[in-house]
Structures are given as C-alpha cells and as structure tokens.
C-alpha cells in the first residue's frame, strides 16, 4: 500500500511560469515531510522540507505548503527555469517508530521549456 | 558540506555472482541507508543502519545483506546477482538527532546484470 503518492508522472511548464508539484500521503502520523530534486545519473539532492506544525515553507524560489486535514502537499516553483528540469520526489517521516526512515513517492518528471 | 561516496558509478555484473556496493560518508553521521530506483517505482529503502554492527530490513531486503563494520562505511551486497536486480543503487546518511534530519544521497550506482 503506497503511503506517500505522486499522481503525475510528469509536469511541462514554460520558462517563468510556475510549477506545481503535488503529493498526497495517507499516513496520519507523519509529520515531517521533505521535497528531492534529482537529475538523471546524479544521487537526489534536498531541496525543502517542512514540518506537520507549518502550513508553509519558503525558500528562494521553491515554496511548500502543507494541508493536513487533506493529507496534501504541494510544492510550487516561481519563477520556473530550464535547470529545474530534473525529478522531483515527495518523501515523508516520523510514521514507523523514529525520524530516520523517509517514505518516498514515485517522483514527477518536470520539464521546464525555454 | 556532506560527503557521500559510492565506489562505482557503473557496474556490469554476471547473474550469480557476489556483487559489493560500498558507501563511504565523512560527516560522521549514525544513520545510513541502501535505496533502488526503478523507473517508476521510486525509492524504496532495501536496508538501513543506526550504528555501527546495527542493520534493519527495509521494504524490499530479498536477495541482499548489508555490513557496517565502521561508522563511515555502509556496504550492500547482493549474494548472487539477479537480472531482476538490475538498477540504480543510492546510499544516503543522516544524523540521528531529536530534530527531524535530512538524508544526504550519494551520486548512485548504476548496475547492470546480466
């Protein structure tokens, strides 16, 4: 049973419009959840995270916001750049008995146009 | 800045064979993690460690064993290779902390059985 899910493989965007990547989970007692970014060939990178007190996070261009009573995140990229092409992955933590295992989703493919 | 190291970035390998996957990171941290990414499928979490000799099962440890020997070093093994295992392997640490703590992901490796 998938506890963390991306329902969009992919995402097209033009150059300087803004991106929205969404994540559902069904697990209620995660309360920490982290946004990866990963290029083809390349290990994922962390991009931003955000804890189940915050309904918010901000971070240069990258904003997640987080929806409890719907179990949704998503994360909204302003403006968006041919560089932020790559893999995003939604990941989740604090549901099985500590903080250190994240459960990922499947990643949404980004594609920004120039 | 975290340093995580993995010691092939390809790897071609013969079905039945031992296959060692080592991971190496500087920042001295607890945890450790062997993931796979399939197209997909995302990462799913084969083995985990919080210390030194400790090593957990995660969602999918069939046909693998792990050591961790030194804190640094976290190494995966597939007994007898399988084309079936054919995929990119990221090892990733973290710091174990009352804080919610990110995973810092190694480049990958990128395996291939046949």
């Known amino acids: 049973d998938q506890q963390v899910k991306q329902n969009s493989p992919s995402l097209s965007v033009q150059e300087g419009r803004i991106s929205i990547l969404n994540c559902d989970y069904t697990?209620?007692?995660?309360?920490?959840f982290l946004w990866y970014k990963k290029y083809p060939a390349e290990g994922p990178t962390f991009l931003i995270s955000?804890?189940?007190?915050?309904d918010k996070n901000e971070d240069g261009r990258f904003t997640v916001f987080l929806n409890k009573s719907a179990k949704h995140l998503s994360l909204h990229i302003v403006p968006s750049q041919p560089g932020d092409s790559a893999v995003y992955f939604c990941?989740?933590?604090?549901?099985?008995?500590?903080?250190?295992?994240?459960?990922f989703g499947k990643g949404t493919k980004l594609t920004v146009n120039p | 800045d975290v340093k995580v190291t993995q010691s092939s970035r390809y790897l071609v390998k013969r079905t039945g064979e031992k296959v060692f996957l080592e991971c190496v990171q500087d920042?001295?941290?607890?945890?450790m993690f062997w993931y796979r990414q399939d197209p997909g499928l995302g990462l799913r979490l084969i083995y985990f460690?919080?210390?030194?000799?400790?090593?957990e099962k995660g969602d999918i440890p069939e046909g693998y064993s792990v050591s961790r020997e030194k804190k640094e070093r976290f190494s995966l093994i597939l007994e007898s290779a399988s084309t079936n295992q054919t995929s990119m392997y990221l090892c990733?640490?973290?710091?174990?902390?009352?804080?919610?703590?990110?995973?810092?992901f190694g480049p990958g490796t990128r395996l291939l059985v046949l």
């Open positions: 955000i804890s189940s007190i915050k």
């Open positions: 460690s919080y210390d030194v000799k400790m090593k």
């Open positions: 990941a989740a933590s604090g549901a099985q008995g500590g903080s250190e295992k994240l459960v």
């Open positions: 697990n209620s007692m995660f309360d920490y």
């Open positions: 920042m001295d941290h607890e945890n």
């Open positions: 990733a640490s973290s710091p174990r902390g009352q804080l919610k703590e990110t995973q810092y």
